[in-house]
């Protein structure tokens, strides 16, 4: 059985108290699909970067690509997003898009004692609020319509102390994020654009 079809006009939650819908998330919790798990999620930050900083470069200093913010990204099933630097990178690349939740920046910043970074430097792509990604590892789930499947954590490296600071690799371990397939085309925005562009359907 396939995953359950969602979509902006299909299913909708309010948005964090307030009377304006967005969309919610569905995720497999078990094989086939068999059973669908109501998920609810926020997107706080989408990123690309057309260019990398540290993928490949051991024993060489990093290049300065930033990562730039994005109101809306565009996922292509199987090839990743457009704009980014891994977009077709290779196939069926397990990497095609990468999360990382927001609480865990938070924490890392809070313990860290950080406070003049953002999660642009951590090179991730969608910063999820309300969600554990661990748990969508060998699943499929789908956010805002497009379908993904988690294949691996999104481990973190020695450059992560380099890019956010001292300790930052050694915090991040076990939970440095979720990498993803995209197996459905379609469009992430990110939930604050949600509550302006939906904010007239309540």
Avoid at 17 to 39: A, C, F, R, S, W
Avoid at 96 to 117: G, R
Avoid at 142 to 166: D, L
């Amino acid at each position: 059985m396939p995953l359950r079809k969602t979509g902006w006009d299909t299913f909708w939650r309010t948005f964090k108290g307030t009377n304006v819908n967005v969309p919610i998330l569905y995720l497999n919790d078990k094989p086939h699909g068999v059973n669908t798990q109501l998920m609810d999620i926020e997107i706080v930050n989408l990123f690309t970067s057309k260019a990398h900083n540290f993928f490949g470069r051991h024993g060489l200093a990093p290049l300065d690509h930033a990562s730039e913010e994005q109101e809306e990204i565009h996922c292509v099933a199987g090839r990743g997003i457009r704009g980014d630097r891994f977009f077709q990178y290779k196939d069926d690349y397990k990497g095609q898009i990468t999360f990382l939740a927001d609480e865990v920046f938070q924490t890392l910043c809070h313990d860290l004692k950080i406070f003049d970074k953002s999660a642009d430097v951590l090179r991730r792509n969608v910063v999820t609020r309300g969600i554990d990604l661990n748990k969508w590892i060998g699943k499929e789930f789908e956010i805002q319509g497009v379908r993904f499947k988690g294949t691996v954590e999104c481990s973190p490296c020695y450059w992560m102390n380099h890019a956010f600071g001292p300790g930052a690799e050694e915090f991040l371990k076990g939970r440095g994020g979720l990498r993803a397939r995209i197996l459905s085309s379609g469009s992430l925005i990110n939930s604050r654009l949600a509550l302006k562009r939906w904010g007239s359907k309540c």
